[in-house]
C-alpha cells in the first residue's frame, strides 16, 4: 500500500501520480451545522447530531442521549439537513478534526454548529479514504497547527477548508480502502475475542473476590470508610484560571484514562505559580492517595504514584487518604 509522506512545509506529501489539494478544494460542499439552543431542542421530532456523536472514523449512536427539534423550529430557524454518507467534521476536541461518515438512522437529521458539513466531490475522493486519511498522524498534525484557542483548542472552519489532502488516483484509493477494511475488520476481530477473554477473566476475579469479603474471617470488622480515610475534594480553579501549559489540570475523563491506561493527555492546565500557590495551602495529589471519579462514569479509581503532578476539578474526583498505613488497592 502507498504510504503518505511529511513534507518540510507541513502538507501531506505523496507517491508518484499523487496530487494534493486543500479539503475546501474537494467538496462540493462545506458548511458548519446550525446553532441551536437548548430552548429551541424538544423531546422528538429531527434528530440533532453533535461532536459527541463523532468517534475518530466512526459514529457513535448514543441513541439514549439524543436530541431533536421540532419541524416548526427546523423551518423558522433555517436548519440544513444532514444525509447518509455525508461526512460530519468535529471542530471540538477530543482530537479536533476527528470525522466520520453519516450512516442511516432512520430519521431526519440537523447537526451542530462544531461540526463541520462535508460532501466530497466523488469524481476526486472516495469519502471512505478521506475517513481513513482523516485518523492519519499526517492528517491530525496539520490540525493541530490550524487550532486557535486559549483554553481549549479549536478550528475555525476557515482554517479547517486549508487542511491539505492527498489524492492518488481513483483506483488506488479504492485499493487502499479495501487493504484498510480488511485490516479494521481483522482488529475488531481480535478485539472482540479479547474483549471477551477480558470479561472472563473479570467474572472470575468478581466471583473471587465476591468469596474473599462475603465470607469473612475471624478478627475481621466493619467500619466506615471515613474512619479509615481522610475523605475531600480539591479547591475550586475557575475557567479563567486555566492555561495553555504548566500543571496539568485533569477532570474525571483523565482520571479514568490514567485508571484505564497508565497515561493521559490534559487539554487544560494551570500555571506552576496556581499550583504552588494551592500547594501551600490546600492538600496535592500524593503517592498512594486513591482518587475516585464522581461525575460521568462513576466509582473509577485511581492510586496516586511518585512523581505524579497534576491538580483536579472539585466535585468531579474525591480523594482519600488513609489514616494508618495500608494498601491503597484494596479500594480498588
Not at 472514523?57 to 439524543?66: I, L, Q, S, T, V
Not at 491539505?164 to 479495501?178: K, N, S
Not at 471519579?293 to 488513609?322: C, L, P
Request: hydrophobic content about 35%; some cysteine.
Amino acid at each position: 500500500m502507498n504510504t503518505l509522506d511529511h513534507r518540510e512545509d507541513g502538507r501531506a506529501g505523496m507517491r508518484a501520480g499523487w496530487e494534493v489539494k486543500t479539503l475546501g478544494e474537494v467538496c462540493d460542499r462545506f458548511v458548519d451545522g446550525d446553532w441551536i439552543e437548548s430552548k429551541d431542542q424538544s423531546a422528538s421530532g429531527i434528530r440533532l447530531i453533535q461532536t459527541g456523536n463523532i468517534g475518530e472514523g466512526y459514529f457513535k449512536d448514543r441513541d439514549e442521549k439524543a436530541r431533536y427539534i421540532s419541524e416548526i423550529t427546523f423551518r423558522r430557524l433555517r436548519c440544513t439537513e444532514i444525509f447518509k454518507g455525508d461526512c460530519l467534521i468535529s471542530r471540538l476536541p477530543n482530537p479536533v478534526g476527528r470525522s466520520c461518515i453519516l450512516p442511516e438512522t432512520g430519521v431526519q437529521m440537523i447537526t451542530a454548529v462544531d461540526c463541520t458539513i462535508v460532501r466530497l466531490n466523488r469524481l476526486c475522493i472516495i469519502p471512505e479514504f478521506f475517513n481513513y486519511y482523516s485518523q492519519s498522524h499526517y492528517y491530525l498534525q496539520n490540525i493541530s497547527q490550524l487550532c486557535t484557542g486559549t483554553t481549549r483548542n479549536r478550528i475555525s472552519r476557515s482554517n479547517l477548508a486549508k487542511t491539505p489532502v492527498p489524492l492518488p488516483p481513483l483506483a488506488e484509493q479504492q485499493r487502499i480502502v479495501a487493504i484498510l477494511d480488511e485490516a479494521f475488520e481483522g482488529i475488531a476481530t481480535a478485539r472482540k475475542h479479547a474483549e471477551q477473554n477480558l470479561q472472563n477473566a473479570k467474572t472470575l476475579f468478581e466471583s473471587h473476590l465476591e468469596a474473599v469479603f462475603s465470607q469473612k474471617g475471624e478478627g475481621w470488622v466493619e467500619t466506615k470508610l471515613g474512619d479509615v480515610y481522610d475523605v475531600w475534594s480539591s479547591k475550586r480553579i475557575i475557567e479563567t484560571d486555566w492555561t495553555e501549559s504548566g500543571v496539568p489540570f485533569y477532570g474525571g475523563r483523565e482520571i479514568v484514562q490514567l485508571a484505564k491506561y497508565g497515561t493521559t493527555v490534559s487539554n487544560a492546565f494551570i500555571s506552576e505559580e496556581k499550583f504552588q500557590d494551592y500547594a501551600s495551602k490546600f492538600d496535592m495529589p500524593q503517592k498512594d492517595d486513591v482518587l475516585i471519579t464522581a461525575r460521568g462514569t462513576i466509582g473509577v479509581g485511581y492510586v496516586v504514584n511518585h512523581g505524579d503532578k497534576f491538580y483536579y476539578k472539585d466535585g468531579n474526583i474525591i480523594s482519600m487518604r488513609a489514616k494508618v498505613a495500608s494498601n491503597p488497592y484494596i479500594l480498588l
